[in-house]
């Protein structure tokens, strides 16, 4: 797969995307093959850099205690003090998690968190991580890992043989759009056994388009397990 290969089939989602009233994602799907998801080393659940951003703001919650509280409210979008944990019953959570993307915390009082709200957060995938620097010292600053986050996709094979993720927004730029997919790509790769050769397919497509395959042929429909 290559810039211009991608580039090709961008410019064929715009082509063949209906006008919508809203700004959609742009969307890679890799397809991936000659993995067992039962060993661990096959699996994906990482982080990827897209240089571009996401061509949207990225809401960040902050899990914090008393020597974070007024750092993570002057940079994050939402905050819960310690203390408040446990006035965030099910319902009052899942909207927070439906409103934030990701999830950060104070290091020291991860225990805390996981206790209060582990079950939620890590069924959704926010669970606030270390590989993506959501872990922040109680004497540290929120400020540049909310901004490292605005650059940052998920990249996980959850329970499917394919890695799904937005690359931007169709408001951006080919050029920009194209640098974030390659981008995911080769972070994708990078943590396969057998990097490139695992790959079956790679798909861009609109949150409401049609797929088309890069390199390849337009192809619709998926199989509802292959469309994001």
Same mark, same amino acid.
């Given at each position: ?11 064929? @989602? ?58 993570? /409210? ?21 909207? @927070? ?50 901004? /490292? ?8 094979? /959850?329970?499917?043989?394919? @890695? ?13 759009? @194209? ?43 998926? /199989? ?5």
């Amino acid at each position: 797969m290559n810039k211009k290969q991608i580039l090709e089939s961008l410019k064929k @989602v715009r082509e063949t995307s209906k006008k919508r009233n809203f700004s959609q994602s742009i969307d890679i799907v890799i397809n991936l093959k000659d993995l067992d998801l039962k060993k661990p080393d096959h699996k994906i659940n990482n982080f990827a850099t897209v240089p571009h951003g996401r061509g949207k703001k990225i809401k960040v919650c902050a899990l914090v205690g008393g020597e974070l509280n007024n750092d993570a /409210k002057e940079h994050c979008d939402y905050t819960i003090l310690k203390e408040n944990f446990s006035s965030y019953e099910k319902r009052k959570l899942k909207k @927070v998690m439906r409103d934030h993307e990701f999830f950060i915390a104070q290091a020291n009082i991860m225990p805390d968190v996981a206790k209060a709200f582990g079950r939620f957060l890590g069924t959704a995938g926010k669970m606030p991580n270390p590989k993506a620097g959501m872990i922040v010292p109680p004497k540290g600053s929120t400020k540049m890992i909310v901004e /490292k986050l605005q650059k940052t996709v998920r990249i996980a094979t /959850k329970n499917e043989l394919a @890695v799904k993720c937005s690359v931007g927004m169709e408001t951006m730029d080919d050029d920009k759009l @194209v640098d974030n997919a390659e981008a995911v790509y080769k972070e994708v790769i990078h943590h396969l056994p057998l990097h490139d050769q695992n790959v079956r397919s790679v798909f861009i497509k609109a949150t409401m388009g049609k797929p088309v395959e890069v390199g390849g042929k337009e192809k619709w429909p998926l /199989k509802r397990s292959l469309i994001l």
